[in-house]
């Protein structure tokens, strides 16, 4: 089986290996493996499901010529090199500025999206890949439609946010709930949520103690989505999690204004009442108005705190926070 690809990046001799697994351009080792395993039982000799002899030919040579080639490529240290030449790429066209030539709606779709392209990309891949090896003999077609808007994302993108996001640490058990409540699960961030990179990040850096790298990739997602909720309610734990006091409560109030029931800033207003010991208004977020609190007590109040968390064990991982995202235990 031979397959000439003259779309997207294939036009530019690229290997579009994101394009054949149909996965997105900033996509991590755990989704490479996923998407590959998916693959592999869907076209293999002894699962594939055709018709005939020949497209059971058909789907062994793709697996073995393309896919398999694509895995190897994205799976190992070569991930790396292969983002880089992604990220030239993607720089060069758009310092060239023109409007790149593409045939698939999706991706002159993509074209006119805005600020919205990291959505309107996830929104795209997902429509595309349902059904990209479903029909054997339209792969090679949906292979070129994908590298197109792989194309045109990079464009947009200016081959910047391309870093691999690192998989979620897995969070250790946080302290029980006061007594007659019941324990409310953390939410998982949705899938197709352009921040999720960015929040991926930030656990691990709050895994590893590093608040202010969470803090840095906290700000950067929510310049994608002002009002996400769990985005929020991380900026507002590494805050708290560095006695600043303050900032914590502006960021766990507006989570709880996304989402009420957004676990991790619930348990935060919690702390925060308790080291103030008094209910957390929503006034504490506010400016210099009436009721509100001004920049110089807020200052002030800051140094309090931090100066008393020197002298209180839960200041430095131990009470509710203890177990969250691997701090430290008491």
Not at 194 to 201: N, S
């Amino acid at each position: 089986m031979s397959l000439t690809i003259k779309y997207g990046l294939f036009k530019y001799d690229l290997t579009d290996h994101h394009a054949v697994l149909g996965i997105p351009v900033t996509a991590d080792a755990n989704t490479v493996r996923k998407r590959y395993l998916k693959l592999a039982r869907l076209l293999h000799p002894d699962t594939v499901k055709v018709n005939s002899d020949a497209e059971r030919q058909q789907a062994s040579e793709l697996l073995s010529k393309l896919i398999n080639p694509a895995y190897e490529t994205l799976k190992g240290k070569t991930h790396h090199e292969h983002q880089i030449v992604l990220e030239q790429t993607g720089k060069r066209l758009a310092s060239e500025g023109n409007t790149p030539n593409v045939h698939s709606e999706m991706a002159k779709n993509l074209l006119k999206a805005g600020g919205n392209v990291d959505l309107a990309y996830a929104q795209a891949l997902k429509a595309l890949t349902e059904n990209q090896y479903k029909s054997i003999a339209a792969c090679e077609q949906a292979i070129g439609e994908l590298s197109e808007v792989n194309l045109v994302y990079l464009m947009l993108k200016a081959g910047q946010g391309l870093r691999q996001a690192p998989p979620a640490p897995k969070a250790a058990p946080s302290a029980p709930p006061p007594s007659g409540q019941k324990a409310k699960p953390v939410a998982a961030p949705e899938e197709a949520s352009p921040v999720l990179a960015y929040v991926r990040r930030a656990q691990e850096y709050i895994g590893k103690n590093n608040f202010a790298k969470a803090v840095l990739e906290l700000r950067d997602g929510l310049k994608l989505d002002p009002k996400n909720s769990t985005c929020h309610g991380l900026l507002g734990m590494a805050y708290l999690k560095q006695n600043q006091v303050s900032m914590a409560k502006v960021h766990i109030l507006k989570s709880l204004q996304s989402n009420p029931e957004e676990a991790i800033a619930l348990q935060c207003k919690a702390v925060i009442e308790k080291k103030l010991g008094q209910p957390l208004a929503a006034h504490s977020a506010g400016s210099n108005s009436s009721g509100g609190v001004n920049a110089k007590n807020k200052a002030a109040q800051d140094a309090k705190q931090k100066a008393k968390g020197k002298s209180d064990p839960k200041a430095d991982g131990g009470g509710m926070f203890g177990g969250l995202f691997g701090g430290k235990k008491k």
